[in-house]
Every structure is written in C-alpha cells, then in structure tokens.
C-alpha cells in the first residue's frame, strides 16, 4: 500500500474525514501507518476510540479502493490529493482540506484556481437573479476570473452557463460522488464544463449519494478554492449563508447583491450586507475591492494564493490586454496611469487586467500606484 492509496482508503471509510484524517496522520506519522495499526493503538487516538477503531483496523471490510480506482478511471475521473501539485493552492490554507478531489475535466483550472471568485444563491430564484448571477459570471470570465459554483438548479446554473457563453473557465463543486451527479438535469451542463477548460470535483467517493451532510461540506470547498464569495439571491435559511459563513471563517471576501426589501429572496442577501458583507453591483465593484486592499492585506492574499512556487513562464498563457500590459512593464517598475495611458483601454479593463496578472503572479503592485514585474 502507497501514500495516496492510504488516502483514498481513508477518504472512503465511514466515519473519517479530513479532521480524523489530520489527527491519525499526527499520531501514527501517516495515512499507511495508521491503517497498519492495531485496533488497540487506534484506540488510544483523539476522536476515534471505540467505534472508529475496529472499522479502520478492518478497513478491507469497508471499502475497495482498486474498485474504486477503476471505475473513477474508466470515468474519466482523476483523483488528487494535496501531495499533488495541481491541488487548489488555497485549499491547502482551509481547516479542513479535503482528503482527496474527484476530478473530471481539465486540470490546470484547479492548479491556478488561486484567482476565483464564487457565486452562489437560491434554488428558487427570480428572474432579476438570474440576470445578476448571468452579469456577474460573464463579467467575471471576461475578466479573467474562473467562477466557481455548485451546479444547483438557480443562481449556481446560470453562473455556470453565463462563464461558458462568455468563455470562461468555471468550476462545479457537487455534493456527491461523480457518479452520482446530481441534480440529475444538470448533467449536461457538467459535460460542458468538463469539456470547455473546466471542471467539475468532488470529495465523495464515485458512487456516493448526495445527503443533508454532503452539501454543506461541499459548501467549504466552494468558498475555501476561492478569494471571495458572490451571493445573488438567497433567502435566510439558505444554505447560500452557509457557505458565506464558511467564507468568512476562512478568511475570504463576502460580497451580497441587494434585492428588494419585501422579496422573501432578498432577505438572505440584506443580512449579509448589515453583518458587514460588501454590497456589490456589478462586477466592477468586486475588482475595486481588491485593489483597494491594504499592500499588507494584498501581499498576505498573494501568498496565501501562491502555489509555493511561481509556475514557469512557459505555463502561463497570454492575451490581449493583459499580453499588452505584461510587455509594457517588462523594463521595470510603472505607475499605473502610465500603463492605463499606454494600453489606450478603459481604465476598468485595465485594472481588472492589471488584477489577473496578479492572480497570476506576473506582476505586483507597490506604493504610490505603481507595478512591477515578479
């Protein structure tokens, strides 16, 4: 048995995720080492005693993981873990990372995911959501943001399919195995996905059903892949608030779109905004945000993003605006109204070009509106 065999064992097994993972790991010095453990020793472990005990010293009992292995392969499914270079960067910064990822689709979204923002809201919504969660994920693919959802029927959906229309890279996060994608009527959009730059992931084991404890688990992962979470449209016991929270626990940004005061949808968003989430419009104002971080916040946020190391040049493929601003500063340091001037672009598209090179670890910014290479 491998390292990341022992992993997915424990990721199938009843009973362990990533916190008793964390705590196994800790006291036996690894996944394998726990998983060769008397029953006795795993007695003695925080949070697992007598239940837990029996069921990972007799782990064969439970779970097959060359089946496993097999049937993700034969659905085109990739299993990762956090030894993996392609493991979301930000992941990695969690309480709870998870133990494995389920991917189906293309790599490379995850591995720089570190620039993402969320948008999630109601199941039930209206058509003004629809046409703020559309906005805000074209806006958003535009500007270079992969948009991460969780493939719900409402606000997930149309975010998913406005970054497609618009040509983005988006991520769906499902809250059961990827055999058993759900919901059902979705499956399409997740074919899409997978197939046009994205991806779509999972913690649960391939045939694992979705049930009340899965889907705010998978709220975590939405927030804790990205910088910032958008929620559209939600009403107060929305689990939308939950991945908020979970945003927030994690550090992350809050952003809520206001809706109308006597609307049932709006009210989720209206507690947001009074607990202190930032009210947004448009995209706009969420780019804005992060440029107007403090260089002590901007230069935490960087290197929470980081992959540990920068990608090579080679890896990282550019565009347009942001080609055009990545050659003017090649000689040095320049103030950003000089490369606002130079590109002869709206000063907006700029700085969300400008941010994406940051995202991207090309550029930083210093004092006294100036930017320089990395």
């Known amino acids: 048995m491998d390292h990341r065999t022992a992993l997915l064992i424990l990721n199938m097994l009843p009973g362990i995720g990533p916190g008793r993972k964390r705590q196994l790991v800790d006291y036996f010095g690894s996944a394998k080492n726990a998983l060769v453990a008397s029953e006795q020793a795993l007695r003695q472990v925080p949070g697992i005693g007598q239940r837990l005990a029996p069921i990972l010293h007799e782990w064969e009992k439970h779970c ?15 299993i990762i873990t956090e030894d993996d270079d392609v493991y979301p960067p930000l992941l990695r910064e969690i309480h709870d990372p998870p133990i494995c990822l389920y991917v189906s689709g293309h790599l490379d979204v995850l591995k720089h995911s570190a620039g993402a923002i969320a948008i999630v809201g109601t199941r039930h919504t209206s058509y003004y959501g629809i046409r703020m969660a559309d906005l805000l994920a074209a806006s958003a693919a535009q500007a ?4 991460v959802s969780g493939l719900a029927r409402g606000i997930d959906t149309a975010a998913h399919e406005a970054t497609l229309r618009a040509g983005g890279q988006t991520i769906a996060v499902i809250g059961s195995g990827l055999a058993h994608l759900y919901p059902k009527e979705n499956t399409g959009l997740a074919i899409r996905i997978a197939e046009q730059n994205g991806a779509v992931i999972s913690e649960f084991p391939m045939l694992y059903r979705p049930d009340r404890r899965s889907f705010p688990m998978r709220n975590r992962i939405i927030s804790g892949i990205t910088r910032g979470t958008i929620v559209v449209e939600a009403g ?4 939308s608030l939950i991945t908020a929270a979970q945003a927030i626990d994690q550090n992350r940004n809050v952003y809520a779109v206001p809706g109308l005061a006597d609307t049932p949808h709006a009210r989720g968003c209206h507690a947001l905004i009074k607990d202190g989430a930032k009210l947004i419009e448009n995209f706009q104002d969420v780019i804005d945000d992060f440029n107007l971080l ?5 230069a935490a946020a960087e290197t929470a993003a980081s992959d540990k190391t920068r990608p090579p ?6 565009q347009g605006l942001e080609l055009k601003i990545w050659r003017l500063v090649q000689n040095g340091e320049a103030y950003i ?13 700029v700085l969300a070009a400008i941010l994406t ?8 910014q210093l004092p006294g509106k100036r930017i320089a290479p990395l």
Do not use: F
């Not at 107060?236 to 689990?239: A, D, L, M, R, V």
């Not at 109204?337 to 672009?345: G, P, T």
């Open 144 to 147: 270079g943001w992969p948009v």
């Open 64 to 78: 097959d993981p060359a089946a496993e292995i097999n049937l993700a392969r034969q659905a085109g499914v990739t």
């Open 294 to 298: 403090p260089l002590e916040q901007t």
């Open 337 to 349: 109204d000089d490369v606002i001037a130079m590109a002869d672009e709206e000063t907006s598209s």
């Open 236 to 239: 107060i016991q929305s689990g």
């Open 313 to 318: 040049a080679s890896e990282i493929h550019l």
């Open 357 to 364: 090179l940051e995202l991207k670890r090309l550029v930083k």
